[in-house]
Every structure is written in structure tokens, then in C-alpha cells.
């Protein structure tokens, strides 16, 4: 991705590039502008659907499965064999596709501590979870719009989806960071927002908005 952003900044120096995420393409985001190392920085992020594969792993799996194949992968990891693929009945009905251990354990993120390196958006974390995450990114001043689905249906329903995003909003604008005001839930959203009709424009209407509010240096404000 730092590669992608160079070539981008080499074409256009004074352009501004912007990172999109959507489901697990908002752990890549947030990993690139909160997780340590060189790397050219972007002037925004927007994480479209950041939602906890973990709690949706748990949703679809009986929790005896989830349990069993938390310890498969495990198991695999302390022999010497996180990077080999584990069985299709592990990842294929969650992820659509087989998956190593390492990549497992990052998503299903097993307790007490769920530390995952893919778990970032789960209901059950506190402001300091959020915090190593959101917050470092609002402390290296990228601006930042959250869209979280009102319809999505990898989120249990004893979420409080309202609730969730604002405490993922204080973690960043506590640390500096610059929230754009179309921040929030993008209500009757799907995951994915294949709504067409007004549903989607309005996920146009806020991304185009963000857009010009980075271009213009005004978000935030």
C-alpha cells in the first residue's frame, strides 16, 4: 500500500490521496495510518463498515466450533505451522475462502484479551482499546470519516451501533484527530451498500463532501 501511495505522490505532489476501506478493508486503512513504521503518509481515511470479524465469526459459528478451531489454530501456530491453511470448514462459511492460522487467530482473535491484530472494532472495548488504535491515528493528524452501516448484518443486534461509533469517534478526536461532520451510521446500509436509490447517494453525497472538505483543509472545522 506505501508503494501504491508513493506512485500516487510522485504523479500529483501536491495532489491529497485519501484511503477507502471497506469491512476488512478498514483494518488495512487504520493499520496504515496508526501502526509503527516508514511510510508516506495520507491526508484522510474512511472506514466503510468497520466491523468486528470476531463478533461475526461468533454470530455464524456454535461457540464449541469457534472454541475448536481457535485451538486448532493455536496448536498449529505453537508448532512452527501459523502460515499453512487450516481446513476449509474452518474459514470457508465466514471469509469465503481458506485462510492460514495466523490469519485465523488475527480475525477470530481468541480470549481473555482478544489481540488479534485484526480485531479493531469490536463492541466490547473500551476507550483504551480504541485508543491504540484510532487515537494514535488522530494524534498523526489524518482526517477521518467513519460510515457504519445502519442495516449490517455481520453486527449482532444486541449492538448499539450509535453507541459503538461514538466511542470510536472520542478515541480519535480526544488524541487530535480531525472527524469529518458525515461521520456516523449511514442508516438502512447494508455492508456493502448495494442499496441503490437514496441509500447509496447518500454514501456518495457524504464521501464527495469529505473529499472537498480535504481538499479545501476544512475538516474538522
Not at 470457508?92 to 485465523?104: E, F, K, Q, V
Not at 480470549?111 to 476507550?127: A, V
Amino acid at each position: 500500500m506505501a508503494q501504491c501511495v508513493e506512485y500516487f505522490q510522485s504523479l500529483r505532489p501536491k495532489g491529497k490521496i485519501v484511503l477507502m476501506g471497506n469491512s476488512t478493508g478498514c483494518q488495512d486503512v487504520l493499520h496504515y495510518v496508526s501502526s509503527e513504521g516508514s511510510r508516506p503518509m495520507v491526508d484522510g481515511a474512511i472506514l466503510q463498515a468497520p466491523v468486528s470479524d470476531r463478533e461475526a465469526i461468533q454470530m455464524i459459528y456454535p461457540a464449541e466450533d469457534y472454541k475448536r478451531y481457535n485451538e486448532m489454530a493455536q496448536k498449529w501456530v505453537e508448532e512452527g505451522r501459523g502460515d499453512e491453511v487450516l481446513p476449509n470448514e474452518v474459514s470457508l462459511p465466514i471469509i469465503g475462502a481458506r485462510c492460514t492460522a495466523n490469519r485465523w487467530l488475527s480475525l477470530a482473535s481468541p480470549g481473555p484479551d482478544h489481540k488479534g491484530e485484526d480485531d479493531m472494532f469490536s463492541s466490547d472495548f473500551g476507550p483504551g482499546r480504541f485508543q491504540t488504535t484510532l487515537g494514535v491515528a488522530g494524534r498523526r493528524g489524518v482526517a477521518m470519516m467513519i460510515l457504519y452501516s445502519g442495516n449490517d448484518a455481520s453486527v449482532p443486534s444486541t449492538v448499539d451501533k450509535e453507541a459503538l461509533v461514538a466511542r470510536m469517534e472520542k478515541a480519535f478526536v480526544d488524541a487530535g484527530g480531525k472527524l469529518d461532520k458525515g461521520s456516523g451510521v449511514l442508516l438502512g446500509a447494508s455492508h456493502t451498500v448495494r442499496e441503490e436509490g437514496e441509500v447509496r447517494r447518500e454514501l456518495h453525497r457524504r464521501v464527495i463532501d469529505f473529499l472537498q472538505s480535504i481538499e479545501q483543509g476544512t475538516v474538522g472545522k
